[in-house]
């Protein structure tokens, strides 16, 4: 079958037919395990910044810290939650970005491979 593939389309396109691809399903079931891969590290941030800040609250409330340290904890909590919302949207958008591409690249094999 490879010699026909090579007389027909050439030697590229026959190794373009021996690798993996990835099926649709395959495709889709990769986007859902890296959707849940993004909301783990989500929620395990989130936790550990609430954690932190839970016990810097409790911190202050047995020895209050003086004003200007507390306003800089603050600001580091706020920038800490944005920071995993910036890092799960990346990490979000370039799982969608692959999937697309994969479902691309499949539609492109299949056209191909009917010439």
């Known amino acids: 079958m490879i010699a026909q593939q090579e007389a027909k389309h050439g030697a590229g396109m026959a190794f373009y037919d021996r690798r993996k691809r990835r ?39 047995i020895h209050p810290f003086p004003d200007e340290i507390f306003r800089i904890i603050t600001k580091i909590e706020v920038v800490v939650i944005y920071a995993d919302g910036l890092l799960c949207g990346v990490v979000l958008m370039a799982g969608a970005l692959r999937f697309c591409k994969e479902l691309m690249e499949d539609r492109r094999w299949d056209e191909n491979r009917d010439l």
């Open 23 to 61: 099926t649709f399903s395959e495709s889709v079931v990769g986007l859902i395990a890296h959707l849940c891969g993004t909301a783990i590290i989500f929620v395990t941030f989130f936790t550990i910044g609430w954690a932190v800040s839970y016990l810097l609250h409790w911190l202050h409330s």
